[in-house]
T-cell receptor, first 114, second 115 residues
Framework: AQTVTQSQPEMSVQEAETVTLSCTYD???????LFWYKQPPSRQMILVIR??????QNATENRFSVNFQKAAKSFSLKISDSQLGDAAMYFC???????????FGKGTHLIIQP | DTGVSQNPRHKITKRGQNVTFRCDPI?????LYWYRQTLGQGPEFLTY????????KSRLLSDRFSAERPKGSFSTLEIQRTEQGDSAMYLC?????????????FGPGTRLTVL
């Protein structure tokens, strides 16, 4: 079974600084997708960024980028120029090559210090 | 608003009662997923539909849980004889097979409290 591990229950960063959230996963599949989702307090889950396993290039979406290390099964999220609106729970998620449900990590609570 | 919608947003019930939740996916999405999220945890997959067919069920989906998606549009999740351990946020998500990207778009959730 696939597992997703987020080892940082909480992270804190100063506004305008850069922060990296860690995620590791375990799978025996070769075709899969990885995602970072953001869940603000009492609000719905929002997709931040996605990465296809077959792509070697790391995904980037504006201030958000990933460091995808396939051999190490690592998928970290870097947030540059942190803003107060980035404060939320961040979940790393995995799905296989089929139309499977997502497997989520336990999440990292990101605090932005003004 | 063309996102995923869920109703009701909150449900308080007494132990032993039945409850039903509804999810309306993004209109062009043919895949629909149900998840359960307890406090301080990530969502856990419950079940998945492609069009009207229920293709996968998690072992978390006990016999008291049933989901339907008639005509491949909206879906309902029913919990019979609720227990206090069923208290959680129930999330619905949808995706498009044609898009091929596997990303799922989530609704706001239904928060269930079983007294």
């Amino acid at each position: 079974a696939q597992t997703v591990t987020q080892s940082q229950p909480e992270m804190s960063v100063q506004e305008a600084e850069t922060v990296t959230l860690s995620c590791t996963y375990d799978t025996s599949e070769s075709d899969y997708y990885l995602f970072w989702y953001k869940q603000p307090p009492s609000r719905q889950m929002i997709l931040v960024i996605r990465q296809e396993a077959y792509k070697q290039q790391n995904a980037t979406e504006n201030r958000f980028s990933v460091n995808f290390q396939k051999a190490a099964k690592s998928f970290s999220l870097k947030i540059s120029d942190s803003q107060l609106g980035d404060a939320a729970m961040y979940f790393c998620a995995y799905t296989g090559g089929g139309a499977d449900g997502l497997t989520f990590g336990k999440g990292t609570h990101l605090i932005i210090q003004p | 608003d063309t996102g995923v919608s869920q109703n009701p947003r909150h449900k308080i019930t007494k132990r032993g009662q039945n409850v039903t939740f509804r999810c309306d996916p993004i209109s062009e999405h043919n895949r629909l997923y149900w998840y359960r999220q307890t406090l301080g945890q990530g969502p856990e997959f419950l079940t998945y539909f492609q069009n009207e067919a229920q293709l996968e069920k998690s072992r978390l989906l006990s016999d008291r849980f049933s989901a339907e998606r008639p005509k491949g549009s909206f879906s309902t999740l029913e919990i019979q004889r609720t227990e206090q351990g069923d208290s959680a946020m129930y999330l619905c998500a949808s995706s498009s097979q044609l898009a091929g990207g596997r990303e799922q778009f989530f609704g706001p959730g239904t928060r269930l409290t079983v007294l």
